[in-house]
């Protein structure tokens, strides 16, 4: 059974730092590509950053680029999402997710989800 946890969440001051934690089991393939992706209150899912099987490739949504970086361990099977100056704006519920498709941000193609961290940027 597959299983995608998220950790890392809380409540951050704007212009502060987070490092988020998708722990992933289960998956039967090496050839995952992992997604991190943010849903705000009243607001459409949004693909925030992706990584490569290998690690060796990475794409940024514009909302985050510039001031992110995502990376993976795969000794423990764990992808981190780093997202320096946050802002209000990226208060949202993120969520990881898995697929099998090459790297993109387009939810459809993803086949597996956790279930959420909640990121809330206020002073």
């Known amino acids: 059974q597959v299983q995608l946890v998220e950790s890392g969440g809380g409540l951050v001051q704007p212009g502060g730092s987070l490092r988020l934690s998708c722990a992933a089991s289960g998956l039967t393939s090496d050839y995952y590509v992992i997604g991190w992706f943010r849903q705000a209150p009243g607001k459409e899912r949004e693909g925030v950053s992706c990584?490569?099987?290998?690690?060796?490739?990475?794409y940024y949504g514009a909302s985050v680029k510039g001031r992110s970086t995502i990376s993976r361990d795969d000794a423990k099977n764990t992808v981190y999402l780093q997202v320096d100056s946050l802002k209000p704006e990226d208060t949202a519920v993120y969520y990881c997710?898995?697929?099998?498709?090459?790297?993109?941000?387009?939810?459809?193609?993803?086949?597996?989800w956790g279930q959420g961290t909640q990121v809330t940027v206020s002073s």
């Open positions: 997710a898995a697929t099998r498709y090459g790297l993109g941000l387009t939810s459809w193609q993803y086949d597996y």
């Open positions: 990584i490569s099987s290998s690690g060796g490739g990475t």
